[in-house]
């Protein structure tokens, strides 16, 4: 990011940078003390982004996703006995797939989230309402 945000002010680019954190950064889970507070960094990281470059026309934000059914996603959370309890705190009642997490890209690094800046998109079928 740092790279890329100093060719964009260099060039006088205006842009969007999106960074892919977690569900993880909001909400603690048992034997994920690191990773939990690494994407809570990742998160704070991007609001400082956001508020240092926002100046220079760079929008900076993260997308939070749940389990995404990569091929990784599927070798782990494929067992029903060990998928069920965290299925069943989300509302949706499912997972994400990879695309759910490209639109949502998509969208923050789109013009149509022109005011959108320093912001965390949860992609998480609900998982932290519930």
Known sequence: SQIVARQMIAQGVPGAIVNVSSQASKRALRDHAVYCSTKSALDMLSKVMAMELGPHKIRVNTVNPTVVMTDMGRINWSDPQ????????IPLGKFAEVDDVVNSILFLLSDKSAMTTGSSLMIDGGFLVS
């Not at 060990?82 to 705190?89: C, F, H, L, V, Y």
Request: aromatic share 0%; hydrophobic share 50%; net charge positive.
């Open 82 to 89: 060990k998928s069920a309890a965290m299925i069943n705190r």
